[in-house]
């Protein structure tokens, strides 16, 4: 009977235990999750920052005398710069139509011929987007005799470049932040989890047991709840952005992503580096208390 009570005492330690290590890891992983997507946002900031950039368009006017013939080789002298992401011809008729749309189908009627000339749509590559640049690809379109007038709007540029950043910078701030407060969060959960085997540590240390000693398999044990929160963490983002893809499919064109086996990374080293800090310390603490320390 004794022997049957002690294996169903154990049975019930072990589930218990059982319990505290699931609880664990699954809270960790959740703090991972959040380092995980914040982390997804960093690394394509950039990417984010070049999507708008390069959709900011540089209009390039033709003198009124000009054919379209002139303008679509002027159009492919224009691809060949080292500058030029992408242009679009844009013919009389089209223009008109368009200024139409905007403006009202008899705008046309002061005027006895169209005034809308043929003109060129240009988007830069990103690195050109910027005050100092854009002066240098004005003066470089316009050198052409065929042009009129290369035309963009600065204050959208400067806006433009001012905000995305100022997103940069709060992103950087926010992935600091969230860092510490995930430090905390897992340091404070990996302590509840290491606490509750105190009188164990206790019983090590006055049979001669050494710190190192001591806080070996706890350390092992940190880098496996490390590696398997990490992994579940990475599990809960890929499934994220697979439902963020079925319902966001554009937000794809945004985000790079040859940048997730680098957040998978992050995740993973944060997990299991989060981890044996917090196991590091916490151990420590609890191998220095006295025997009545432990009942507190």
Same mark, same amino acid.
């Given at each position: 009977m004794a022997r049957e009570g002690n294996t169903q005492e154990g049975k019930i330690i072990r589930r218990r235990l059982a319990g505290s290590?699931?609880? @664990?890891?699954?809270?960790?992983?959740?703090?991972?999750?959040?380092?995980?997507?914040?982390?997804?946002?960093?690394?394509?900031?950039?990417?984010?920052?070049?999507?708008?950039?390069?959709?900011? /368009?540089?209009?390039? *006017?033709?003198?009124?005398?000009?054919?379209?013939?002139?303008?679509?080789?002027? /159009?492919?002298? *224009?691809?060949?710069?080292?500058?030029?992401?992408?242009?679009?011809?844009?013919?009389k008729e089209q223009g008109t139509a368009e200024m139409a749309e905007m403006l009202g189908a008899d705008f046309l009627s002061v005027f006895e011929t169209s005034p809308i000339p043929i003109s060129v749509e240009v988007t830069l590559k990103a690195d050109y987007v910027s005050a100092d640049s854009l002066e240098v690809v004005k003066a470089a379109l316009a050198a052409s005799p065929l042009v009129d007038e290369v035309v963009y709007q600065q204050s959208l540029v400067d806006a433009l470049n001012q905000n995305l950043s100022k997103i940069e910078t709060f992103l950087g701030i926010f992935m600091i932040l969230l860092m510490f407060i995930s430090f905390v969060l897992i340091n404070n959960t990996v302590r509840l989890n290491v606490?509750?085997?105190?009188?164990?540590?206790? @019983?090590?240390?006055?049979?001669?047991? @050494?710190?190192?000693?001591?806080?070996?398999?706890? *350390?092992?044990q940190a880098v496996f709840q490390g590696i398997i929160a990490a992994l579940i963490a990475i599990a809960l983002l890929v499934a994220g952005m697979y439902f963020l893809r079925q319902e966001f499919v554009q937000l794809f064109e945004v985000f790079s992503m040859d940048m997730l086996l680098l957040v998978m990374g992050i995740v993973l080293v944060s997990g299991i580096v989060i981890c044996l800090v917090s196991t590091y310390f916490v151990v420590n603490k609890l191998v220095s208390l006295r025997k009545d320390d432990l009942y507190y």
């Open positions: 290590y699931l609880s @664990t890891v699954i809270s960790i992983s959740l703090v991972l999750l959040l380092i995980g997507a914040a982390s997804l946002l960093l690394v394509n900031a950039s990417s984010v920052s070049d999507y708008f950039k390069e959709n900011m /368009q540089v209009s390039v *006017m033709m003198k009124p005398e000009v054919s379209e013939a002139e303008a679509i080789l002027l /159009q492919d002298k *224009m691809n060949e710069m080292p500058f030029i992401r992408s242009s679009e011809f844009i013919s606490f509750s085997k105190r009188f164990s540590i206790h @019983t090590m240390k006055l049979v001669g047991a @050494t710190r190192g000693f001591i806080r070996a398999p706890f *350390m092992v």
